[in-house]
């Protein structure tokens, strides 16, 4: 017979995010007390709650989670078809950053602004087929000091307070961050403001495909870029549903969960995720907008 005592709790916990999504585990010790007295520590990995995560603390522990193994970088680059050194913690493919690359329309000696930019892997990648430079914000210090690492300029900021002076910029790209705005009004004017006469804004994102589906987080469903770009100033507006790139993307979710995790935080993370994304799949529609600031 066994006795099982709990000793203590909430020794570890663990965040993941992609799209603002967490799950906390919990590392539970207990005593078990087998048939000959002895008492055995046993630990085991309890899964805690769901919740949303939009803090910069959050985002910090996932990015340090993140890079503490390649396993889910190489999966990443392997299904989305990026190139091999390219960090991404999105989940926009390769045929995509092409298009997204072609609407910048950058050219040599201009300034790309990488909004939300991460660990920077796509607005580096973006700056080198232009031959221009970057500058890349993002709200997590820790993305921030993982993008530095490999040289260029990367600076904290918010998606509604860059730091950057009023039209100093020639194009601003912000790859699958708008959703987490508190205010995406507020965003887009910041971009706006930062952005040279004439100069492009281009967006992917997510939006729901029906914006009064409640089961749809609530920081997709205020996201309608078709009317809030023209709101904010932005003319030339264009909002395009990209489904082949949900193709790619579904495929990527489909191979983590298929993946041997082995105890890697990254991948564990990433298949907490995965199953929460899958479930959910067909509400929301993959966008990409493109914009121009009045010349
Ligand atoms: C899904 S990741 C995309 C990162 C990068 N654009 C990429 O594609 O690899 C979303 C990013 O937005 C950043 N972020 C979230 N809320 C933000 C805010 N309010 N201000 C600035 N960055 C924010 C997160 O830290 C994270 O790096």
Redesign the pocket.
Known sequence: MMSIGTDNNDVAARTSS??GLTRRHTLVQMSIKTGTGAWLAVQRLSVGMISRV?S?AD?DRWYADRTSSTVADDLVRRTLGLPPDL????M?CGVALDEVAAALSLGPGQVLL?L????G??GREIARRASCSLIG????AV?VEQASARGGDFRV????ACGLPDASVDAVVV???LQ???SKPGAMRECLRVLRPGGRLVVTCWQPVDPADASVWRKFRDLDMAVQLPEAGFVDVSVVDRPEWRVVERRMWDEALAADAAGDPAMVSMQTEARHVLATFDTKRRVLATASAPG
Request: proline share 0%; net charge negative.
């Open positions: 992609y799209l939009t910069a985002f960090e991404s913690t999105s926009l990488d939300g930019c991460g660990r892997g796509y914000v993002d709200f997590s993305a900021g918010t998606l509604e790859i699958d961050a987490f705005a508190d």
